[in-house]
């Protein structure tokens, strides 16, 4: 079983900005900083979590002052005053919308189902000369860096994002999926799932209103970090590359299972998954992502995936848990968007 980062942006996005004179101390130093934090993430993860259930609503947002060493300085706790510092603000209004997201919508009782503090570190830095360019769990706690304020601005301003990172969280105490090939692009497309409803919620959008972008509000310019609608068209940056995201399987990204071919393609192979979750919630014809279409996958996250799991796996999950919540019709609805990105095959006669 692997155990690698959860980080919202991916090791090719790095990869390139490293080229680039002006941004490569920035992706060397955050390089270098994920790293560090997924060595501790795998070690709390087999220690176990070490978090006190709250039972409700409980946030903290520590300060780490442009250095590395967490959880940093007590800032906020939750009822407290919010200080004039907008990271601190987002972080914790972030977790605040995913907590009630959750609680609301799914009934759970924040990420571990058993009242998890919620907990965040902003102004991160793996080298004090140096931004931090992401977000991340660590398997206890989020942590955030502040952008290179060339590409990246700060890495609180996103719901999405946030709630991405959280969602992490989530899997780590449900499915658990590994965090490599198609199990890691089912984790990672679980977190864009749940990390755009969660944004859709709090600003009560409708499937067709929805963008179905993640992680726009990080990008000083024009792009985002994925489209779920459209994967391949989030980003075409010189300075970042292109994103390489497939929409169907025939264009699956075969990549090596090492961290410079992004654990088997995790960010990349997303997309697929991404789309599955698109197209389904489209074919519901129901007004809201979280009505039909999440309920169905968080029911397959909850109760039918496992570590191993790949994305056929994902697929009957998702068709088995519509049929089981809603009905023939919507089991259909599910089964037509898994077909469409060709994770399942179309049955010979049906166009």
Not at 283 to 301: E, V
Request: a negative charge; proline letters at 5%; aromatic letters at 8%.
């Amino acid at each position: 079983m692997h155990d690698h980062s959860c980080y919202i942006l991916p090791p090719h996005i790095l990869d390139k900005m490293s080229r680039d004179p002006k941004l490569r101390g920035t992706a060397i130093s955050t390089q270098f900083g994920t790293q560090a934090l997924r060595v501790q993430r795998s070690i709390l993860g087999a220690a176990g979590p070490t978090a006190l259930p709250a039972g409700t609503l409980r946030r903290t947002v520590y300060d780490c002052h442009q250095g590395h060493k967490l959880p940093g300085k007590l800032v906020l706790g939750e009822g407290g005053a919010v200080p004039n510092d907008a990271a601190v603000k987002e972080a914790y209004e972030s977790a605040g919308s995913t907590y009630s997201f959750y609680r609301e919508i799914m009934q759970r009782n924040s990420v571990d189902d058993r009242g998890m503090r919620l907990d965040s570190s902003v102004h991160y830095r793996e080298d004090p000369q140096e931004p931090f360019d992401n977000a991340f769990w660590n398997g206890e706690q989020m942590v955030y860096g502040d952008g290179d304020g060339i590409v990246f601005t700060r890495f609180t301003k996103s719901l999405d994002v946030i709630a991405h990172e959280l969602t992490h969280g989530v899997t780590q105490f449900e499915a658990a999926l590994d965090y490599h090939n198609q199990p890691g692009a089912l984790n990672e497309s679980m977190s864009d799932v749940f990390g755009s409803m969660v944004k859709q919620w709090a600003r009560g959008e409708s499937v067709e209103q929805a963008d179905w972008l993640i992680g726009k509000e990080l990008f000083l310019g024009n792009g985002a970090l994925r489209s779920m609608k459209a994967p391949g068209t989030a980003y075409d940056d010189p300075r970042i590359g292109k994103d390489p995201q497939p929409d169907k399987m025939s264009a699956y990204a075969n990549l090596p299972d090492t961290r410079n071919g992004d654990w088997g393609g995790v960010h990349v192979n997303s997309g697929i998954p991404n789309r599955a979750f698109y197209l389904s919630c489209v074919n519901l014809g129901a007004a809201r992502s979280w009505d039909k279409g999440g309920r169905i996958w968080y029911r397959a996250l909850t109760s039918r995936l496992r570590h191993d799991s790949n994305f056929v796996d994902a697929a009957h999950a998702t068709i088995s848990a519509a049929s089981e919540l809603f009905g023939a019709t919507e089991a259909d609805a599910v089964t037509k968007a898994w077909q469409e990105v060709e994770v399942l095959p179309v049955p010979v006669g049906v166009s």
